[in-house]
Each structure stands twice: as C-alpha cells, then as structure tokens.
C-alpha cells in the first residue's frame, strides 16, 4: 500500500509539473505541426509518394506523433539529472520507499505526458487530412502507453549514468536523433541498403511507429501482433532495467 | 558575549547528565564508523554517542567530514567499514526503519520551484507514510509552526532564503521523526533569519520529543544552540563535551581591568596566586585566569585594599573558536 502510495506520489508531481509548465505543452504541440505542414507539405510536393492515401504528409503522421512521444519520454526521464542537481532527487531517495517504486512512478507519470501529447495530435488528425475513427484514436492511445513508457525507461537509465546536463547534446545525438531518423517516421524502411535496413530494425521506436502507421492508415511492414509484442517487452524490460540501476547505483544518485 | 547567557534549562540538562552517567539513553552511536574514497579518508574512526532529546552540534571546518558523517547516518553513504545505529536501527541493515525515523535538513537546497510550500509538505506526508486521516493536520500543524502564512500556497520560487530554509525544516518534522539532521542549517543566511532560525530549532527541541543532530561551522551557533558539540577535523572526532566544559577547560577566562594607578595594581596582582598572567598597557590590564565569574568581587577587594581605584572590570569567557584553536592549532576559517 505504502508503494503504491509513492508510486501515486511521484506520479502526482509529474502531472503537476506538466500541467505549470504551460510553454512545454504548447512546444509540444507547435513543433510536430510545424514537422507535418511545412516538412511534410515542402517535401510531400518535391516527391511522388502514391503508396499512402493522403500522400507523405499522411505518411509521416504517424511518424510524428512518434517523434513526440520519444522526445518527451527521453528529455523528462534525462531530467532527473536536473532533479539530482537541484537536489530534489535526495529528498525523494532518502523516503522509505523502495528504488523501483520511484522508478514506477516516474516512468508512468512521464507516460501519462507523453500520451496526453499524442492524444492532442491525435485530435488534431483533421490537419493533415487522416479519418479518425473512435476506434483507431483509442487503439492508438492504448498503444502509445507502453512506448511512452519504455522510452521514458530510457531516460531513466541514462539519467541514472549521468552527472551533469553537459551530456545533453550526447544524448541528444547519439541516442535521441537516431533513434528518431532511424524509425522510419520519415520514410518508408522497406527497401533500404542492408546495413541500415539492420539499424532501423534494432531501433525500438520502429515498431512503434510500424504499428501506428498501421492502425492509422492501414499500411506498414512488420505484423502487427509482433509489433506490440516488441513493444511491450521492450517497456517491461527499460522500466526493470532502470528500476534495477536506481537500486544499484542508489549512492551514486544522492 | 553571547556565551555568557546560558539558559538555566541547559544548565539543568548538564545535572542530570553528570549525575546518570552512563545511564544515559543514546540515540546515535557510531562505532568507528569509517568512509573512504581511495587514498583519502573523509572519515575516520568516529564514535559518537548522542543523548535522546538533545541538541547535537558536529561543528568543525569545511571539509572536515561533517556531511560525510552526517550522510552515513542519515543512509545516504554507506560507511566504508564500522557502523552506526540511529534510533535503534542500523544504518545499512536497516535503512528503511532509519529513514522512517529521521527527517533531514540537506546543506543544499531540495525545494521543486514549480510546487507550492504545502504541496511539498503533502508530498512528503505521503512518501513517508503518514496515515492520510491526520495528514491535513499534521501539514497545517507544521505551516503554523514554520509561519509562512500566505505563501503556503505560492510556489517556493518566490520564497525568500529564510522561508525555503524554514520549509525544508517543515518538512523534515511532517512525519514526526525522532531524529533531525540539519547539515548547516543557516549557511548563507542573513544574522536576522539565522536567529530565528536558531530560536526556531530551541523551541522545536524543548516542544517536540525529537533529538537534532546539525553541523555548522559557525562557533556561535554551537555555542547558542548545542547541548553537546562534538569537534570534528580532518576526518576526526577531537574532543566531545558541552560547549561550556570545553570552554572551562581551557582554563582561560580574561578579566580586563581598568584602575587609576595600572603600575602598581599590576605589581600588586603577580602575587595572587589566581592569577595566571598578567599583561596590559597604559591603564588596561588583562588578566588570564580560570573560573572568572568567581573572581570579580575578590579582584575589586583587593584593589581597594592596595589602595587602587578599579574604573571597571569586564569578564570574558573562551569562545568555542579558542576551544578550537587550542586542539587544532589552526582557526576554523583556515580549516582545508
């Protein structure tokens, strides 16, 4: 009971922290706009793109909404290097409350960020010009849970690595923008040189994105059911691993 | 000089700790307790025993170990050999049962600028545990006790320093623990929110059935505040005992004297066997003697006897900077 109670808690101060952070919610939703009207207007007219209703801008929708949810997820999970700065992170350590509970708390409240922000550009599907059904815009919600989760596991477990902020542009260019380019929110991963055919398969994120794709506008490439199944194992595994860290490197954190 | 005005209660407590000896209930003890990174050892063999309900001062130069100490008893470090128990509990074995028991005041700062003051005392009630049918009491208890008034509800980013210090002490009593840690409570604040921050921790000590443990390097406020300090440098316990009795020990008060015919009456006092040294100029003579407070009337006496006029006399105690300078040989400023 007293877990869970920390869980709630962690979880609570998330919430409010996104909520008073008004200027992150608007980024979060202007920035994916302007990836789907200018980039995906600029580049849907330069190519021919036939193999989707609705052309690239359709295309790279669900790509997007990806995008988002990766950003978010790994950038609030990285922020506990600033909670630890701040010192805040000591206050929490120091409860008697078990590590992984922590952990639970945190990656479920930077989950609930991630989707509310993937649910408003769901709502927002008119602007590119996709048909959203009840069913898809709850099968997508659903789905976007367990990526938003993992991905938060993997800030987690980078944060639990590192020192200071100074790492940020590492992160975000050895982890962050790969992660992204290779999902295959920009293009279509069939067809591609061998070599970054295997990248693009080890990414994570492409399953997520293959599987939106696929309940959104009906086309993708992996399975479905093998789709989710990565992706859940794939949050059970991020989220353990990073609760394990904290446990481990308990000292290091405080 | 403050260390002249010792509280008749602090005197008090001193009675009965001379009289129970060993008796004693300790809600800290450390048995060598030990922590070290690679060659250095930060600290090193420490025993401390700290006395239920007491006020506790480890009071010692920048560097000298004191938040090393602390951190291990609060199960932040874990010691790198030796132990410690806090209210019972030991710190590796039972970390979980010592974090319950204890709330901490950290040096640095633990506030979430975008959460209100009762926001962070909510928060707290519930990591820790606190049943929630009492906990709007128990916050609105500690928010009466910390006055902060209206900026309860405002978010800690627009609190002074006194008020986040304040509300970080809140904090650590929502769950009503048996043992505070304030790692320098007052470091960077104003004399005036240090005061109260000092009479704060008086009062929360003679209310509430809770043992405070700080550190400081401030002399003055182990010397106004602790009813035991221990001296800590490079790592080591030098010398525990209530501020008082380290100060007696040096057997140096200084009684400064002014008098209408100074050769004479310092020709006169060399021969008082009271009398350690005597040095002076011009009509000021200083003289080093022990237990001083005793010693004033006799002085004047004995002047008037000599047929010496006394203009006035002051009396000055050893601060516990001198306590530190006469084990150390180094300032506590000039510490590493």
């Given at each position: 009971?007293?877990?869970l109670?920390g869980?709630?808690?962690i979880?609570?101060?998330?919430?409010?922290?996104?909520?008073?952070?008004?200027?992150?919610?608007?980024?979060?939703?202007?920035?994916?706009?302007?990836?789907?009207?200018?980039?995906?207007?600029?580049?849907?007219?330069?190519?021919?793109?036939?193999?989707?209703?609705?052309?690239?801008?359709?295309?790279?929708?669900?790509?997007?909404i990806?995008?988002?949810?990766?950003?978010?997820?790994?950038?609030?999970?990285?922020?506990?290097?600033?909670?630890?700065?701040?010192?805040?992170?000591?206050?929490?350590?120091?409860?008697?409350?078990?590590?992984?509970?922590?952990?639970?708390?945190?990656?479920?409240?930077?989950?609930?960020?991630a989707?509310?922000?993937?649910?408003?550009?769901?709502?927002?599907?008119f602007?590119?010009?996709?048909?959203?059904?009840p069913?898809?815009?709850?099968?997508?919600?659903?789905?976007?849970?367990?990526?938003?989760?993992?991905?938060?596991?993997?800030?987690?477990?980078i944060?639990?690595?590192?020192?200071?902020?100074?790492?940020?542009?590492?992160?975000?260019?050895?982890?962050?923008?790969?992660?992204?380019?290779?999902?295959?929110?920009?293009?279509?991963?069939?067809?591609?040189?061998?070599?970054?055919?295997?990248?693009?398969?080890?990414?994570?994120?492409?399953?997520?994105?293959?599987?939106?794709?696929?309940?959104?506008?009906?086309?993708?490439?992996?399975?479905?059911?093998?789709?989710?199944?990565?992706?859940?194992?794939?949050?059970?595994?991020?989220?353990?691993?990073?609760a394990?860290?904290?446990?481990?490197?308990?000292?290091?954190?405080? | 000089?403050?260390?002249?005005?010792?509280?008749?209660?602090?005197?008090?407590?001193?009675?009965?700790?001379?009289?129970?000896?060993?008796?004693?209930?300790?809600?800290?003890?450390?048995?060598?307790?030990t922590?070290?990174?690679?060659?250095?050892?930060?600290?090193?063999?420490?025993?401390?025993?700290?006395?239920?309900?007491?006020?506790?001062?480890?009071?010692?130069?920048?560097?000298?170990?004191?938040?090393?100490?602390?951190?291990?008893?609060?199960?932040?470090?874990?010691?790198?050999?030796?132990?410690?128990?806090?209210?019972?509990?030991?710190?590796?074995?039972?970390?979980?049962?010592?974090?319950?028991?204890?709330?901490?005041?950290?040096?640095?700062?633990?506030?979430?600028?975008?959460?209100?003051?009762?926001?962070?005392?909510?928060?707290?009630?519930?990591?820790?545990?606190?049943?929630?049918?009492?906990?709007?009491?128990?916050?609105?208890?500690?928010?009466?006790?910390?006055?902060l008034?209206?900026?309860?509800?405002?978010?800690?980013?627009?609190?002074?320093?006194?008020?986040?210090?304040?509300?970080?002490?809140?904090?650590?009593?929502?769950?009503?623990?048996?043992?505070?840690f304030?790692?320098?409570?007052?470091?960077?604040?104003?004399?005036?929110?240090?005061?109260?921050?000092?009479?704060?921790?008086?009062?929360?000590?003679?209310?509430?059935?809770?043992?405070?443990?700080?550190?400081?390097?401030?002399?003055?406020?182990?010397?106004q505040?602790?009813?035991?300090?221990?001296?800590?440098?490079?790592?080591?316990?030098?010398k525990?005992?209530?501020?008082?009795?380290?100060?007696?020990?040096?057997?140096?008060?200084?009684?400064?004297?002014?008098?209408?015919?100074?050769e004479?009456?310092?020709?006169?006092?060399?021969?008082?066997?009271?009398?350690?040294?005597?040095?002076?100029?011009?009509?000021?003579?200083?003289?080093?003697?022990?237990?001083g407070?005793?010693?004033?009337?006799?002085?004047?006496?004995?002047?008037?006897?000599n047929?010496?006029?006394?203009?006035?006399?002051?009396?000055?105690?050893?601060?516990?900077?001198?306590?530190?300078?006469?084990?150390?040989?180094?300032?506590?400023?000039?510490?590493?």
């Open positions: 009971m007293a877990e109670e869980i709630y808690t979880w609570l101060r998330e919430m409010k922290r996104f909520v008073r952070y008004r200027s992150r919610i608007l980024t979060s939703v202007v920035t994916p706009l302007l990836w789907l009207v200018i980039f995906g207007t600029g580049l849907g007219s330069a190519i021919r793109f036939g193999n989707v209703p609705g052309g690239y801008q359709a295309f790279i929708y669900p790509g997007i990806g995008q988002t949810i990766l950003f978010t997820s790994i950038f609030s999970g990285v922020s506990v290097i600033i909670d630890r700065q701040y010192g805040f992170l000591k206050e929490i350590l120091v409860a008697p409350i078990t590590r992984p509970s922590i952990v639970f708390g945190k990656a479920i409240g930077i989950g609930t960020t989707v509310i922000q993937g649910v408003i550009l769901l709502i927002l599907s602007v590119v010009g996709v048909q959203m059904t069913l898809i815009f709850i099968a997508c919600t659903l789905l976007m849970i367990p990526i938003s989760v993992g991905l938060a596991g993997v800030g987690l477990l944060a639990s690595f590192t020192d200071s902020m100074e790492g940020f542009n590492l992160i975000m260019s050895f982890v962050v923008l790969p992660m992204f380019l290779l999902s295959g929110a920009l293009f279509p991963v069939s067809g591609l040189p061998m070599l970054l055919q295997s990248a693009v398969y080890l990414d994570p994120l492409t399953y997520g994105v293959d599987a939106l794709r696929q309940i959104i506008l009906g086309t993708g490439v992996i399975p479905l059911h093998i789709s989710i199944t990565v992706i859940m194992v794939f949050a059970a595994v991020m989220v353990f691993l990073s394990y860290m904290f446990s481990k490197r308990e000292q290091e954190l405080m | 000089m403050i260390n002249n005005k010792i509280p008749e209660t602090q005197l008090f407590y001193y009675q009965i700790v001379s009289l129970e000896g060993i008796s004693m209930d300790y809600i800290i003890e450390t048995h060598n307790i922590k070290k990174y690679d060659d250095f050892t930060a600290v090193d063999s420490v025993n401390l025993k700290v006395p239920r309900n007491s006020v506790y001062g480890v009071l010692g130069p920048n560097g000298a170990g004191k938040t090393t100490l602390i951190s291990m008893l609060c199960t932040i470090l874990r010691p790198t050999s030796g132990g410690a128990t806090v209210n019972g509990y030991d710190v590796v074995k039972n970390a979980r049962e010592v974090r319950a028991s204890i709330g901490i005041v950290f040096q640095s700062r633990a506030l979430d600028d975008i959460l209100t003051g009762r926001e962070h005392l909510e928060m707290h009630a519930s990591l820790y545990g606190v049943p929630s049918n009492i906990r709007q009491e128990r916050i609105d208890e500690v928010l009466n006790l910390i006055a008034g209206e900026k309860a509800d405002e978010y800690t980013k627009t609190y002074s320093g006194g008020m986040k210090r304040r509300l970080e002490i809140g904090r650590g009593l929502v769950h009503h623990p048996k043992v505070l304030l790692d320098e409570p007052t470091l960077g604040l104003d004399p005036q929110t240090r005061e109260n921050i000092w009479e704060y921790i008086t009062k929360l000590n003679q209310e509430e059935d809770i043992t405070v443990l700080m550190t400081t390097h401030y002399m003055e406020e182990a010397d505040l602790c009813d035991e300090v221990a001296i800590i440098n490079q790592g080591q316990i030098i525990s005992d209530s501020p008082i009795n380290l100060k007696r020990e040096l057997k140096a008060d200084t009684i400064t004297v002014k008098v209408d015919k100074p004479l009456f310092t020709e006169k006092v060399k021969t008082l066997d009271y009398v350690q040294k005597v040095f002076g100029d011009d009509s000021t003579i200083k003289l080093m003697v022990e237990r407070e005793n010693l004033v009337p006799p002085l004047v006496n004995f002047a008037n006897q047929g010496v006029m006394v203009e006035s006399i002051e009396l000055q105690h050893p601060n516990l900077e001198d306590v530190f300078i006469s084990y150390t040989g180094t300032k506590i400023t000039e510490g590493r």
